[in-house]
């Protein structure tokens, strides 16, 4: 196996900035997936968890001999209670940190577009690896990571405020 030299940066072609800014775009990309599915995942499980709760507050108020399960009935209604708030609670917290790693992806694939700009100041033009090297398009393709968790925090603060 031949041993790695550091390159300096007039030893690679344009190509092969491109190829590295590429694959360093792709794997950003993909972390941006991974993060909106987590988010996507972690959210229905709340939503699910939180119309349980309120299905089981509804059938203790529906029904059952007050004299003998008051007490119960009061014990579960107030541990269902702190449940759907808490619910709520996790809900925002978590579409908050999700927020905050789409914003940080976002940084980096900014930071490499202009990294990538600077190296393609001189011809031959090769295309941003990202949205065609149309801005537009790559302002658009954030548009989804960032208004998703925006979205449920709102959702969820909506939901905890009128829970009470």
Not at 14 to 35: G, T, V
Not at 153 to 159: C, D, M, Q, Y
Request: proline letters at 7%; a neutral charge.
């Amino acid at each position: 196996m031949k041993p790695t030299v550091p390159v300096k940066d007039g030893d690679l072609t344009k190509q092969e900035y491109f190829q590295i800014f590429r694959e360093y775009r792709m794997c950003e990309q993909n972390l941006l997936n991974h993060r909106i599915t987590w988010n996507l995942t972690i959210q229905g499980f709340l939503f699910a968890t939180f119309g349980f709760c309120v299905q089981k507050l509804l059938e203790l108020e529906a029904g059952g001999d007050p004299a003998k399960i008051d007490q119960a009935r009061y014990a579960a209604e107030q541990h269902l209670r702190f449940l759907v708030n808490t619910v709520s609670v996790l809900g925002i917290v978590l579409s908050m940190v999700i927020l905050l790693a789409m914003c940080a992806a976002g940084i980096v694939l900014w930071t490499l577009g202009n990294a990538w700009a600077k190296i393609d100041e001189h011809p031959p033009y090769l295309p941003n690896p990202a949205g065609a090297g149309k801005p537009l398009a790559v302002l658009l393709g954030f548009c989804p990571p960032i208004v998703i968790p925006v979205v449920f925090i709102f959702v969820w603060v909506f939901i905890y405020r009128h829970s009470w």
